[in-house]
């Protein structure tokens, strides 16, 4: 299996917990004897919102800037906040007959949320060249501060959320000032900018049109769960057959596992890999695949979602005796939807043992652990 590779994401808000570890503790190198006899050759016992275009790199370089009148030792982070999103929306105000301030922009915003409004922000620029837009103005901006959380060995780097009101203005050619006050949640950093200096950037907004961090994955409904689960348990078991001119690969399968599921169904599917190899077993094939999604939480941590869902299939095993009888049984899984933005994937994470009535993650003794952190 390959090492386990520890992703920090930026920090968040909690998030919800879920009643299923990825048991992280137990992706170790497979050791140990197999789990009973009793089990098949399956491993198993017997019996979309919103998009944007992400902003093209850009040659000038990102100057970084201290906040005026404040101290990296002695933070007083409602005015720092305030001062912040003054220079923010200063950065976004059009005057008449003059220009938008993107460098100051660019200093103020890391990824993602600087892909995101960069991206929107090129289009307001685009308009003002082109003389379509002629004037932005932002009043009334009120911070709030709602959150603080301190890192590091003085504490005073940190993260906050800070919800933010201003009232927009905008003229357009041919068509009469409009207003508009809107509310908005903005997640920040705070750093130490030289010797006592302060940056903050903001890295992160809540979506109004999705309710969502934009960091967060896209949204996946239930029923596009269960398609990508009827095509992920197909592969799932072609992976656990042997048929002529398909070889039994018990390493195609690992990659479709995770967790203490893993370390349950991979010490089996070697053994099964020895048995093919001195030809005690000539046939494995799997028919009647048919999954139901049982449960979908698309938020259950901040790299994909968990699935609770039942799977029926029938299996037929020739031996070097001759074949066995076919075999239906239907069995339940946890499996993680991990986000990638090249390519999410399913990964089968927990397996209930009908033989003793419970989840292996149980019986490996893990506990739930929810990180902001992805795997490879």
């Given at each position: 299996?390959?090492?386990?590779?520890?992703?920090?994401?930026?920090?968040?808000?909690?998030r919800?917990l879920?009643?299923?570890?990825?048991?992280?503790?137990?992706?170790?190198?497979?050791?140990?004897?197999?789990?009973?006899?009793?089990?098949?050759?399956?491993?198993?016992?017997?019996?979309?919102?919103?998009?944007?275009?992400?902003?093209?790199p850009t040659?000038?370089?990102?100057?970084?800037?201290a906040?005026?009148?404040?101290?990296?030792t002695?933070?007083a982070?409602?005015?720092?906040?305030?001062?912040?999103?003054?220079?923010?929306?200063?950065?976004?105000?059009?005057?008449?007959g003059?220009?938008?301030d993107?460098?100051?922009?660019?200093?103020?915003?890391e990824?993602?949320?600087?892909?995101?409004?960069?991206?929107?922000?090129?289009?307001?620029?685009a308009?003002?060249?082109?003389?379509?837009?002629?004037?932005?103005?932002?009043?009334?901006?009120a911070?709030?501060?709602?959150?603080?959380?301190?890192?590091?060995?003085?504490?005073?780097?940190?993260?906050?959320?800070?919800?933010?009101t201003?009232?927009?203005?905008?003229v357009?050619?041919?068509?009469?000032?409009?207003?508009?006050?809107?509310?908005?949640?903005?997640?920040?950093h705070?750093?130490?900018?030289?010797?006592?200096?302060v940056?903050?950037t903001?890295y992160?907004?809540?979506?109004?049109?999705?309710?969502?961090?934009?960091?967060?994955?896209?949204?996946?409904?239930?029923?596009?769960?269960?398609a990508?689960l009827r095509?992920?348990?197909?592969?799932f078991?072609?992976?656990?057959s042997?048929?002529?001119?398909q070889?039994?690969?018990?390493?195609?399968s690992?990659?479709?596992?995770?967790?203490?599921?893993?370390?349950?169904?991979?010490?089996?599917?070697?053994?099964?890999?020895?048995?093919?190899?001195?030809?005690?077993?000539?046939?494995?094939r799997?028919a009647?695949?048919?999954?139901?999604?049982?449960?979908w939480?698309?938020?259950?941590?901040?790299?994909?979602?968990?699935a609770?869902?039942?799977?029926?299939?029938t299996?037929?095993?020739?031996?070097?005796?001759?074949?066995?009888?076919?075999?239906?049984?239907?069995?339940r899984f946890?499996l993680?939807?991990?986000?990638?933005?090249?390519?999410?994937h399913?990964?089968a994470v927990?397996?209930?043992?009908?033989?003793?009535?419970?989840?292996?993650?149980?019986?490996?003794?893990?506990?739930?652990?929810?990180?902001?952190?992805?795997?490879?």
């Open positions: 299996m390959k090492h386990l590779e520890i992703i920090r994401l930026a920090p968040r808000r909690p919800l879920v009643a299923v570890a990825l048991a992280l503790a137990t992706c170790g190198p497979l050791t140990g004897g197999p789990p009973p006899a009793s089990t098949s050759l399956s491993g198993e016992p017997s019996a979309s919102p919103p998009t944007f275009v992400v902003a093209g040659e000038a370089p990102i100057t970084a800037s906040l005026a009148n404040a101290s990296y002695h933070p982070l409602a005015a720092e906040l305030q001062g912040v999103f003054e220079l923010f929306y200063r950065a976004r105000t059009l005057p008449r003059g220009q938008f993107l460098a100051a922009l660019r200093g103020l915003v990824q993602p949320y600087a892909d995101y409004t960069l991206a929107l922000f090129d289009k307001e620029i308009d003002a060249q082109a003389g379509q837009l002629l004037e932005v103005g932002f009043s009334g901006i911070v709030s501060l709602l959150d603080y959380s301190g890192f590091g060995a003085d504490g005073h780097s940190g993260l906050a959320h800070a919800s933010v201003r009232t927009r203005m905008e357009r050619t041919g068509s009469a000032p409009t207003r508009e006050a809107a509310t908005y949640t903005f997640a920040l705070r750093n130490l900018l030289g010797s006592d200096g940056r903050w903001v992160d907004f809540t979506n109004p049109a999705t309710g969502r961090w934009i960091s967060e994955p896209p949204a996946v409904s239930a029923a596009q769960a269960a990508e095509t992920f348990f197909n592969e078991y072609a992976a656990r042997l048929a002529p001119g070889a039994f690969d018990p390493y195609r690992a990659g479709l596992v995770f967790g203490s599921y893993y370390t349950y169904t991979m010490p089996l599917l070697m053994q099964t890999q020895k048995d093919v190899a001195s030809g005690a077993v000539k046939e494995i799997y009647n695949i048919s999954t139901q999604l049982i449960s939480d698309d938020l259950a941590t901040s790299h994909g979602g968990i609770l869902v039942e799977v029926t299939r299996s037929y095993v020739t031996r070097a005796g001759g074949p066995e009888a076919p075999q239906t049984a239907t069995y946890r993680h939807r991990h986000f990638d933005l090249a390519n999410p399913w990964l927990d397996f209930f043992r009908p033989d003793v009535g419970r989840w292996v993650t149980d019986l490996a003794g893990t506990t739930l652990r929810l990180l902001d952190a992805g795997h490879a």
